[in-house]
């Protein structure tokens, strides 16, 4: 049953706004909990930035550039239901100042159908399209893929037809407690397959990347130039923001698009 505006701004309310506090995720048997209630076979991938791709430089089997929101366009134009929220849950409950309050999510699939008509509208494909322009020209990352969560506040489902496509700024989205979760909760959330972020010898370990960019605290300063973690998700802020270009972003496997969708299809159904 569709969730009531009332039920949503209590959700509001309880939004986590100390990303801190998904360290009670690590206490025992509270991951297993979390992820059977809330991310119970989910996966979703976090996209770079078109912006970040090296365009200048060749990937070999392609002979036209490829980029990682051609993933969301593959699913607009499959999708049979289309559903873009009136607001970011996240950006509302935290009072955003940077980022818009009304990029809200683009849901894809049936279940968008249970959606309450007042929290948002079903659009077009060309609506969807513009929709998603429009947060990446604002500077917002696409997170892509199935999330539990989602289905629970909305009051749909279920789950394996609906598939979420959420513009996360750095400084809202609930993605900012990952560093803090348990293992398998944080796992939830991956990098795009066959792309990866680099450091190059041009760092001169201004700490720009390190400042309230990453949302997973991948990106550290030591022995006076930047570091990159396993716990990089590939969003490419880092890169957007490095005064000396010194960061770039590698693609390891030039068919990285497609097995992205492969994995989304997996474990979701537009149609």
């Not at 991951?31 to 989910?42: S, Y």
């Amino acid at each position: 049953m569709a969730r009531s505006k009332l039920f949503v701004e209590v959700v509001k309310k309880c939004f986590p706004r100390d990303p801190k506090g998904a360290k009670i995720t690590k206490l025992p048997g509270v991951a297993k909990i979390v992820e059977k209630r809330f991310f119970d076979g989910d996966h979703m991938i976090c996209l770079p930035k078109d912006n970040v791709i090296p365009v200048n430089k060749d990937i070999e089997g392609q002979e036209n550039m490829v980029l990682p929101s051609q993933v969301v366009e593959h699913f607009v134009n499959e999708a049979n239901y289309l559903w873009i929220m009136n607001f970011c849950i996240c950006r509302d409950s935290m009072h955003c100042k940077d980022y818009g309050v009304d990029l809200g999510c683009l849901f894809m699939g049936e279940a968008v159908l249970g959606i309450n008509p007042s929290m948002g509208r079903r659009v077009t494909k060309d609506e969807a399209r513009e929709h998603v322009r429009k947060c990446r020209e604002a500077g917002l990352v696409h997170m892509v893929g199935k999330n539990k969560f989602d289905t629970w506040w909305l009051g749909i489902g279920p789950g394996e037809n609906l598939m979420t496509v959420c513009s996360c700024c750095p400084c809202c989205c609930v993605t900012r407690g990952l560093p803090y979760s348990e293992a398998r909760l944080s796992a939830k959330l991956t990098k795009m397959p066959g792309v990866s972020v680099t450091v190059t010898e041009e760092c001169t370990g201004c700490g720009t990347c390190a400042d309230k960019v990453c949302f997973a605290n991948a990106i550290s300063l030591e022995g006076g130039r930047a570091v990159i973690s396993e716990s990089c998700r590939a969003c490419g802020r880092c890169i957007s923001v490095c005064p000396q270009k010194a960061i770039e972003l590698r693609i390891e496997n030039a068919d990285f698009v497609n097995r992205a969708i492969e994995k989304i299809h997996e474990i979701v159904d537009v149609t």
